[in-house]
């Protein structure tokens, strides 16, 4: 039997993940961009105290999370249309999955130090 | 049903994708995939950015003002601005013909125009305030 790497079962649930991602990351941008606009940049000190807030600090953890899985599915879509090799294509899905954990990861401690 | 399958068998096949023109749709889809692209593309430097905006050490602090100082790194950020804009209205639009609303063609196109009129001018805009205008 020849297994087959191209398989579509994660077609539906990553689909519907990345509009969940992408409705989160809409609401996030709005509220970030007003909260911006009400001053949360107008110092440093103002921007940090912002990040650190515990309300923005999970929603923005939130996002973070979107953005890694939104990113993760639309990149190998990407992927998935342009590299015909099988070793390739899965050398390159490897390589973003492993890129955008360590993205994820990166992130979510530079706000959690705060 | 079989003359339907012959005029498909017919069909003339022409893909040359420099000659194909679009509607304005086909646009703003493709640019939907380049921004997203891009976006991936250039996450490290947002995310180290954005590490160094938030850092409480003076010396991140002066390299984050030398580096957002850069006249490449604003035209890099006002690339990314437009990115962000344009991916972001086109998702919508996106969103919003996923559950049906705007699925007409003239609607469709509207909404096309829409998405590149307002994802350009707010670029516009934020770009006057990234290099200082205003
Ligand atoms: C407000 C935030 C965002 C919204 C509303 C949004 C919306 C969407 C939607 C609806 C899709 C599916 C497109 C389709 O099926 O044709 C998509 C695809 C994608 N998104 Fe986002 N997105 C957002 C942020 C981001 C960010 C920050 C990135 C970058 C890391 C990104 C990268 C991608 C990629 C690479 C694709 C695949 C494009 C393609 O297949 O052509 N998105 N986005
Ligand atoms: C939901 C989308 C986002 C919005 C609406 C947003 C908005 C903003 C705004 C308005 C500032 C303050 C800029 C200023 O007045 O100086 C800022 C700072 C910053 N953000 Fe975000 N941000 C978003 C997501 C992200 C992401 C995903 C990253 C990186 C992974 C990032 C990186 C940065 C950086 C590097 C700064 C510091 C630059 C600066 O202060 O000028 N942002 N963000």
Redesign the pocket.
Known sequence: MSRLVVGAHYGIKD?LA??I???L??I??LVIFAAVLAGATSSHDAWRGFMAHGAVRSVTFLFIIS?GY??W???R??WM?YIKPTSVRILLHVLTLLVLIGYVGWAIQIIWRL | MSALNEQKKQRPRFLDLTVIRLPLAGYA?IL??V???G??LM?PLLIWLLDLSLSSTPEHLVLFESITRSVLVKLVLLGLIWA?LH??C???R??LI?VHVGVEKQQARSSAMAVMVVSLSLTLAFGLKLFGVY
Do not use: E, K, N, P
């Open positions: 689909w990345q509009r991602t992408a409705v990351m809409a996030y941008t953005l939104h990113a599915v639309g990149v879509d990407i249309d | 889809s939907h995939r921004s997203g692209a976006l991936f996450l962000f991916h972001f086109m998702g919508l996106i969103l996923d």
